[in-house]
């Protein structure tokens, strides 16, 4: 074993090493003093460590948030091309689909509401980054709002797609005879009817047809009226196509319709002739709209052939037929 290491002094008097015996009082404070010293020393030492290279949980908790803030920057990139992605669906909504359906607009104030009075976002006040926890939030609510918006309209839209699909399958767009056959008289005051001799309104369209030409419905609907007319217009078809449209086919040889039936744009309603008050073999076509005449060369085009002309209807009779 080691010996705890003795001190002596030089006794002049009587020349003389003695060994030194300090009094307990006064070796326990040396101790306590070193022990201090000892002490203080291994503090700064671990103080100085921890602020140069850091414990390892502060090392750990750094990573984590640096890992933290590195997640939020990504999340920050999806907000942005979600953003983009909703924004090019409000302009393909604003800009293509509600003006072709002719819907009005959806007002700014709905699609970008404000979030005013209460702090939605407090909870997360004195967290430690909290702004990048709160702007997180409040992306993500803004996202949440526009996407329900845009749900919403697209709903709309889809809805009224259909309808709108519905409509232009009513509306009468079509010729009722062949591109081919030339037109007679349209919408005009006849100062001397033909037959009558006398001056009167003629409103439609004439078609100078021979005798026993297919005429077909120029858009779907329901036949209010098959048969003959007193009136002047002969054997005649009148359909009802709904949103406010009426049509008048007059003069005809045949009628292959009926009251109540549904026929579809191509279907063949009768054959032309010259019943009723007529100078000769023609069709009368004429388009009402609330009760108001509307000149028929405004709903259709002439720009197809005859050949295009018997393919489009030979196309809808493939895929209508008569229905009650």
Same mark, same amino acid.
């Given at each position: 074993?080691?010996?705890?290491?003795?001190?002596?002094?030089?006794?002049?008097?009587?020349?003389?090493?003695?060994?030194?015996?300090?009094?307990?009082?006064?070796?326990?404070?040396?101790?306590?003093?070193?022990?201090?010293?000892?002490?203080?020393?291994?503090?700064?030492?671990?103080?100085?460590?921890?602020?140069?290279?850091?414990?390892?949980?502060?090392?750990?908790?750094?990573?984590?948030?640096?890992?933290?803030?590195?997640?939020?920057?990504?999340?920050?990139?999806?907000?942005?091309?979600?953003?983009?992605?909703?924004?090019?669906?409000?302009?393909?909504?604003?800009?293509?689909?509600?003006?072709?359906?002719?819907?009005?607009?959806?007002?700014?104030?709905?699609?970008?509401? &404000?979030? +005013?009075? =209460?702090?939605?976002?407090?909870?997360? !006040?004195?967290?430690?980054?909290?702004?990048? *926890? @709160?702007?997180?939030?409040?992306?993500?609510?803004?996202?949440?709002?526009?996407?329900?918006?845009?749900?919403?309209?697209?709903?709309?839209?889809?809805?009224?797609?259909?309808?709108?699909?519905?409509?232009?399958?009513?509306?009468?767009?079509?010729?009722?005879?062949?591109?081919?056959?030339?037109?007679?008289?349209?919408?005009?005051?006849?100062?001397?009817?033909?037959?009558?001799?006398?001056?009167?309104?003629?409103?439609?369209?004439?078609?100078?047809?021979?005798?026993?030409?297919?005429?077909?419905?120029? &858009?779907? +609907?329901? =036949?209010?009226?098959?048969?003959?007319? !007193?009136?002047?217009?002969?054997?005649?078809? *009148? @359909?009802?196509?709904?949103?406010?449209?009426?049509?008048?086919?007059?003069?005809?040889?045949?009628?292959?319709?009926?009251?109540?039936?549904?026929?579809?744009?191509?279907?063949?309603?009768?054959?032309?002739?010259?019943?009723?008050?007529?100078?000769?073999?023609?069709?009368?076509?004429?388009?009402?709209?609330?009760?108001?005449?509307?000149?028929?060369?405004?709903?259709?085009?002439?720009?197809?052939?005859?050949?295009?002309?018997?393919?489009?209807?030979?196309?809808?009779?493939?895929?209508?037929?008569?229905?009650?």
């Amino acid at each position: 074993m080691l010996e705890r290491r003795k001190k002596y002094i030089f006794d002049e008097t009587g020349l003389e090493f003695r060994q030194v015996n300090y009094p307990l009082k006064v070796r326990l404070l040396r101790f306590i003093f070193w022990f201090v010293v000892s002490l203080t020393v291994s503090s700064v030492y671990i103080l100085v460590f921890k602020l140069i290279f850091g414990s390892p949980k502060e090392k750990y908790l750094a990573t984590e948030i640096q890992k933290l803030k590195l997640s939020y920057s990504l999340l920050e990139r999806r907000f942005e091309e979600s953003y983009s992605m909703v924004e090019y669906l409000k302009k393909e909504d604003e800009m293509r689909y509600r003006p072709v359906l002719q819907m009005d607009s959806i007002p700014s104030m709905y699609r970008n509401p &404000g979030f +005013g009075g =209460v702090d939605h976002y407090s909870q997360y !006040n004195g967290l430690y980054n909290s702004d990048l *926890i @709160i702007n997180a939030h409040r992306n993500l609510d803004l996202l949440k709002n526009m996407i329900k918006v845009q749900e919403e309209s697209f709903s709309e839209i889809e809805e009224r797609k259909d309808e709108w699909k519905r409509e232009n399958e009513h509306l009468p767009k079509i010729s009722p005879v062949d591109v081919s056959i030339p037109l007679g008289e349209g919408i005009k005051f006849r100062e001397h009817h033909p037959v009558l001799g006398t001056a009167r309104w003629h409103y439609g369209q004439d078609f100078l047809t021979p005798y026993g030409t297919e005429v077909y419905a120029t &858009g779907s +609907g329901t =036949v209010v009226a098959a048969g003959w007319n !007193n009136e002047g217009f002969g054997y005649h078809v *009148i @359909i009802d196509h709904g949103y406010g449209f009426r049509t008048i086919y007059a003069h005809l040889s045949k009628i292959d319709v009926s009251v109540g039936l549904n026929v579809k744009r191509g279907d063949r309603i009768g054959l032309s002739g010259n019943s009723g008050i007529s100078s000769g073999p023609h069709l009368h076509y004429q388009i009402d709209y609330n009760g108001k005449h509307q000149n028929p060369l405004w709903f259709f085009s002439n720009d197809l052939t005859s050949e295009e002309y018997r393919e489009m209807i030979m196309t809808l009779n493939s895929k209508s037929k008569f229905r009650k």
